[in-house]
């Protein structure tokens, strides 16, 4: 079992520049790919970011491409996405979850473990 606890979110104005983090405990953080995905109010989950076992390989939304950089640090049991250049349309819970296949996969199902996410509001 993965627990997964996000911090990091908050007020910024567009433009602003916000450090998510996610700590994990339970497992090694190096065994699982991970992911940040988000939920808007009415909107469905979408994905944002993934990053495989080693911190090598990432994949991004086209939406946040040049703008967001996911991280990771295995030592820390933690993973992290610098969100930089911040939108309205960026307003959103940020979820980080983990994936058994190490992989930076972009499809929720696919992932085992989530946090409970946290709030991130950009103001215009």
């Known amino acids: 079992q993965v627990q997964l606890v996000e911090s990091g979110g908050g007020l910024v104005q567009a433009g602003g520049s916000l450090r998510l983090s996610c700590v994990a405990s339970g497992r090694t953080l190096s065994n699982y790919g991970m992911g940040w995905f988000r939920q808007a109010p009415g909107k469905e989950r979408e994905f944002v970011a993934a990053?495989?076992?080693?911190?090598?390989?990432?994949r991004y939304a086209d939406s946040v491409k040049g703008r967001f950089t996911v991280s990771r640090d295995n030592a820390k049991n933690t993973v992290y996405l610098q969100m930089n250049s911040l939108k309205p349309e960026d307003t959103a819970v940020y979820l980080c979850?983990?994936?058994?296949?190490?992989?930076?996969?972009?499809?929720?199902?696919?992932?085992?473990?989530w946090g409970q996410g946290t709030q991130v509001t950009v103001s215009s």
């Open positions: 979850a983990a994936t058994k296949l190490r992989s930076p996969v972009i499809a929720a199902p696919l992932y085992d473990y």
């Open positions: 990053i495989n076992w080693n911190g090598v390989s990432t």
